[in-house]
């Protein structure tokens, strides 16, 4: 089991597509836990004038997802980057996705806006 981390379009797809990407999670990883850093929250809050805002927190709230403090002045990507490692990162950002499959790790991310699929799964 891994846990996941959330990119800043993971904290918003909930409110621009019908999709249970928290019961998908659950479903594949049963146990896990969800989590986003506080840089990801600052950016899903800021994004078209605040829209997600109180959405955002709410969602983080009613999921349980747990806020993780960063450290230093680093850009979200290449802080998520770092922490593929550890953690399964769940990013519609095709960059931030490469990236992390060129590191060796898996990524999930939402296919056709009907599912999550994880990519390099087989490298845990």
């Given at each position: ?35 986003t ?5 600052e ?82």
């Amino acid at each position: 089991m891994r846990d996941i981390i959330l990119d800043t379009n993971f904290l918003t797809a909930p409110f621009q597509m019908n999709l249970g990407i928290f019961q998908e999670f659950e479903e594949k990883y049963p146990g896990c836990s969800i989590y986003t850093i506080d840089r990801v929250v600052e950016e899903a809050k800021s994004i078209e004038e605040g829209k997600y805002g109180d959405l955002v927190e709410q969602l983080i709230e009613k999921e349980g997802i747990q806020v993780l403090e960063t450290e230093g002045n680093g850009f979200v990507d290449d802080l998520l980057v770092d922490l593929s490692d550890e953690f399964l990162i769940a990013t519609n950002d095709k960059e931030l996705k490469d990236r992390i499959t060129e590191e060796g790790n898996p990524v999930a991310y939402i296919r056709n806006q009907s599912h999550v699929r994880v990519d390099n799964e087989d490298f845990y």
